[in-house]
């Protein structure tokens, strides 16, 4: 079973500051995703990272893809309050078809 | 609009009672996805189809069963439902590449409550 654990479980911050979050994997994975998602509505896709080594950037937001694709993180530089959120990663597996498994997600808070 | 069409977005039934969810996908996309999404267990995947064949079945119980018709859309069927079936149950589609799944659109999901 491929299992993906996110920390920090929640974080609460001021705007302004800097936060990563990450997600590992004891499992290698063709790709993996991050996701955010808003209360009451379902995640919503922001990156996929393919490449080990990969580093992606999104505004103000860098991922980055482990050598050996079994992990990933997602930096958030100058956060705002609009970046309030759960951000959840998941991975994929390396068949045709196999469903993305998700991680608990991190609770993001962003206060003004 | 992630283009994904979930009913009804809340039901409320009694313990025993059997419901179904239904979910269209976004056009053109073969692969449906189930998913439950608790406060402790974060979003637990439950199965999975495509193109009308189960594809992948995650943590799904054999209370719960699903399908995909031919025109794509799909239904999750909960039975003998129990308090602890109170969740969040989203459904997402997909492209489907030789490389395994693609972007997934999720549904703005169905609330689930079991009194």
């Known amino acids: 079973t491929q299992l993906l654990e996110q920390s920090p479980q929640f974080l609460s911050i001021q705007e302004g500051e800097n936060l990563t979050v990450y997600c590992n994997s004891s499992s290698v994975f063709s790709s993996l995703q991050w996701y955010r998602q808003e209360p009451g509505e379902g995640p919503v896709l922001l990156v996929t990272v393919v490449t080990g080594g990969e580093v992606k950037k999104l505004k103000r937001l860098t991922f980055q893809f482990g050598d050996a694709r079994k992990d990933s993180s997602l930096h958030i530089t100058a956060a705002q309050p609009g970046d309030t959120g759960l951000y959840l990663c998941?991975?994929?597996?390396?068949?045709?078809?196999?469903?993305?498994?998700f991680g608990k997600g991190t609770t993001l808070s962003v206060s003004s | 609009d992630s283009g994904v069409t979930q009913t009804p977005k809340h039901l409320i039934t009694a313990t025993g009672q059997r419901v179904t969810l239904r979910c269209s996908p976004r056009?053109?996309?073969?692969?449906v996805y189930w998913y439950q999404q608790s406060l402790d267990q974060g979003l637990q995947f439950l199965i999975q189809y495509y193109n009308g064949e189960e594809r992948a079945k995650g943590n799904i119980l054999e209370r719960f069963s699903a399908q995909q018709f031919p025109d794509l859309h799909s239904e999750l069927n909960l039975s003998s439902l129990e308090l602890g079936d109170s969740a969040l149950y989203f459904c997402?589609?997909?492209?489907?590449?030789?490389?395994?799944?693609?972007?997934?659109?999720f549904g703005q999901g169905t609330r689930l409550t079991v009194v």
């Open positions: 056009s053109g996309d073969l692969s």
């Open positions: 997402a589609s997909s492209v489907v590449s030789m490389r395994g799944p693609t972007e997934a659109f």
């Open positions: 998941a991975g994929a597996g390396s068949q045709a078809g196999t469903a993305l498994i």
